[in-house]
């Protein structure tokens, strides 16, 4: 059983208009709460259903669907909360079925033939309506018949089968990557340079030791062991480790997606996801991505000829002057290490201690944003490690959100940080406010009983994650919507990342590293400069790099979901023949292994624009003063507060012009784009995301 307390969200500082919200304590109240808060979802959309034609009218038809699926939503929240924070594994457990509930009853709310009637009769009406009014209209009809509502009842249950088929195989595949897990045995002399703790931890036979082709051991094993041929062996291994297994899949995959896209009446599947996103035509998506292959090939080819030095140096003589593919983590790893000698974590985390940065951090934000953030230390929690802050307008006063902080790491919970969204802002002038609820999550190392815990701050960034999660806060509680459908956690998919891009660049600035490093008072021991600029140089090492392989990436899903179903090998060769700067490993098959290529909701294109947006959004602020309260404020205002329903004029606004996904990073900065940290996920119904990271 859980030791969790009871919750009351109507304490000290919340909104009276607020109903009380409890967490439950075990995994049975998990469940009752997730199956009443469907019983009456069900109640209310069925009383949608029925309401005459001749009566029906915003409020009890558009507007009465928002409301029961959001109030839905918001009173399973507390439950599927602990998926991810519970620490009994039978707690975590009903939440994640309570989860799964939520989700399938979301899709099956889109496919009733009776609620798109009910309001596609509403529509025919033509009333005059405007703002998100008209909007939530709008984007209600476009969901059902994504989820083919108004399609005829074989084609209803065909797209049923098609989807229900799709999930399966998309599951599938992401297992089939992950197990069986395919391994190799090396003599002890052939993993020289990996570190002797790595070295005993791994099991043996006889005198060899064993290895897993998995991404862990994997990029480890590439950075670190000297023996080319054994780097060698294992990338091969690595890069067909589900090539048997998934090529078959992959190839059900597409086409079971061209199908969909044919039931629904689109050119491609490619179309039909990309029509729900900002960058909504797949002609404009390739314009993107050829343009930043020509930004970055010139800087690729420095970073690998730089590496081909250092692969020269090693070899004493002239030899071989190709990169393969299994020598570039072993040289970026020596690259890193030229810029950063001292060793960027070791060296940096002694000013990085956790309670000092989240600290730091709050106070910059404040600062910036000009804001209040208060900590409510009466408030009942879930676990001891987590804490609440109320944000108001540092101006006027206004309660503008809550958010929840609970970032050390536990048995069962995440190790990725996250935002889990509990309740959307909703602002009506007919109805009292309600303001954001959410939750930044975290699993940073705990650690030994009696000190603090310190976070890292070079390629791996604790404090730029914390950042990032942060800029998911600032648009949760920020956005100004109506509708709880149009707050900022619902932004076009490939936007959403774009605020928590944008704060992550703060970590890096020096100014803004020595405040939340925590040592302003300890003059001897302020962060030195000259660290954080050697560290920032050895996180952008091979960014231009590793930006291309994302695209190559995106590029080849983009294909093949518009194709005619020709080979998922050629395509995938193709895309990276087109945007790497190395040749990949003959014989291999690493489209076999690329989740993104499964995922249908075009996770690495998202990530792309999404890192561009905020690249654009970094520079005007730049420009403008990162610390210029009139340029805070026009951020804030502009940008920040627009929520869901107007992120494109919200761009506009901000930038004084239409996005042009032209900026790029300078080259010591933090990478723009990092194939190994796509595709950006976001999980919930079309009408609530409920976590992002």
Not at 231 to 249: I, Q, T
Not at 335 to 352: S, T
Not at 524 to 539: K, V
Not at 618 to 629: A, D, H, I, V
Request: proline share 6%.
């Amino acid at each position: 059983m859980a030791a969790f307390w009871c919750c009351n969200l109507c304490f000290m500082g919340f909104a009276a208009a607020q109903e009380p919200v409890s967490w439950p304590q075990t995994p049975d109240e998990a469940t009752d709460l997730c199956r009443d808060a469907i019983r009456r979802a069900e109640a209310a959309l069925q009383a949608v259903a029925v309401i005459p034609e001749e009566s029906r009218s915003f409020a009890n038809t558009p507007e009465a669907l928002e409301t029961a699926l959001q109030d839905l939503e918001d009173a399973a929240a507390p439950a599927v909360l602990l998926r991810y924070v519970a620490v009994s594994s039978a707690t975590r457990d009903a939440a994640a079925q309570c989860e799964a509930k939520l989700n399938a009853f979301a899709q099956g709310v889109l496919a009733r033939a009776d609620l798109y009637r009910a309001l596609n009769g509403y529509a025919g009406r033509r009333e005059n309506l405007s703002g998100e009014k008209r909007l939530l209209l709008e984007r209600e009809l476009a969901d059902f018949k994504y989820y083919g509502a108004a399609l005829d009842r074989d084609a209803r249950l065909e797209l049923r089968f098609l989807r229900e088929r799709l999930a399966a195989l998309e599951q599938i595949f992401a297992d089939n990557i992950e197990w069986p897990r395919a391994s190799l045995l090396f003599a002890p002399e052939e993993l020289a340079g990996l570190p002797e703790a790595v070295l005993q931890a791994l099991p043996r036979q006889s005198r060899l030791f064993r290895v897993q082709a998995d991404s862990g051991d994997y990029r480890l094993f590439l950075a670190s062991v000297k023996d080319p041929s054994a780097r060698r062996r294992l990338e091969f291994v690595y890069h067909n480790r589900a090539a048997v297994a998934n090529e078959p899949v992959l190839r059900e995959i597409l086409a079971l997606r061209r199908r969909v896209a044919k039931v629904l009446g689109s050119q491609s599947y490619a179309r039909l996801e990309l029509g729900r996103r900002l960058v909504n035509d797949p002609g404009r998506v390739r314009a993107i991505l050829r343009g930043l292959h020509g930004r970055l090939q010139a800087p690729a080819r420095e970073e690998l000829a730089a590496l081909v030095q250092l692969k020269m140096q090693d070899a004493g003589v002239p030899g071989d002057r190709t990169l393969h593919s299994w020598d570039r983590d072993f040289y970026l790893e020596r690259m890193r290490k030229d810029f950063h000698p001292r060793g960027e974590d070791a060296a940096l985390a002694q000013y990085f201690p956790i309670s000092a940065v989240v600290e730091g951090a709050l106070a910059v934000l404040q600062r910036v944003f000009s804001l209040r953030l208060r900590r409510l230390r009466d408030a009942a929690l879930w676990h001891p490690d987590a804490v609440l802050y109320e944000a108001s307008d540092a101006a006027g006063g206004e309660v503008l959100g809550y958010f929840y902080l609970d970032l050390l790491a536990r048995p069962g919970k995440p190790q990725r940080p996250a935002v889990f969204l509990l309740t959307p802002g909703r602002f009506s002038p007919e109805a009292p406010s309600r303001p954001a609820v959410c939750a930044l999550l975290a699993g940073f190392a705990r650690p030994p009983q009696g000190r603090e815990a310190l976070l890292r701050h070079g390629v791996a960034s604790d404090v730029e994650d914390l950042f990032h999660g942060m800029g998911h806060v600032l648009e949760l509680v920020l956005a100004r919507s109506r509708y709880a459908r149009f707050s900022g956690a619902n932004l076009s998919p490939d936007l959403v990342e774009a605020p928590a891009f944008l704060l992550g660049h703060l970590a890096w600035r020096p100014e803004v590293a020595a405040v939340v490093s925590g040592h302003w008072q300890d003059r001897a021991r302020r962060l030195p400069p000259e660290l954080l600029r050697e560290a920032a140089a050895a996180r952008g090492a091979g960014s231009a790099l590793g930006a291309l392989d994302a695209a190559a990436s995106a590029w080849a899903g983009l294909e093949l979901n518009s194709g005619d179903g020709s080979g998922p090998g050629a395509a995938y060769r193709r895309a990276f023949a087109r945007f790497a700067v190395e040749p990949a490993t003959e014989g291999t098959h690493p489209e076999a292994a690329d989740a993104a290529l499964a995922r249908g909701d075009f996770g690495a294109t998202d990530g792309i624009v999404a890192r561009l947006l905020a690249e654009e959004l970094w520079q005007r602020w730049s420009e403008e003063g990162l610390f210029n309260p009139a340029a805070c404020r026009h951020l804030r205002e502009t940008f920040l507060t627009a929520g869901a329903g107007s992120e494109a004029r919200s761009l506009r606004n901000y930038l004084g012009r239409e996005p042009d996904f032209r900026a790029v990073s300078e080259p010591v900065s933090r990478p723009v784009i990092s194939g190994e940290s796509l595709p950006q996920e976001i999980s919930g119904p079309p009408w609530r995301r409920r976590l992002v990271y």
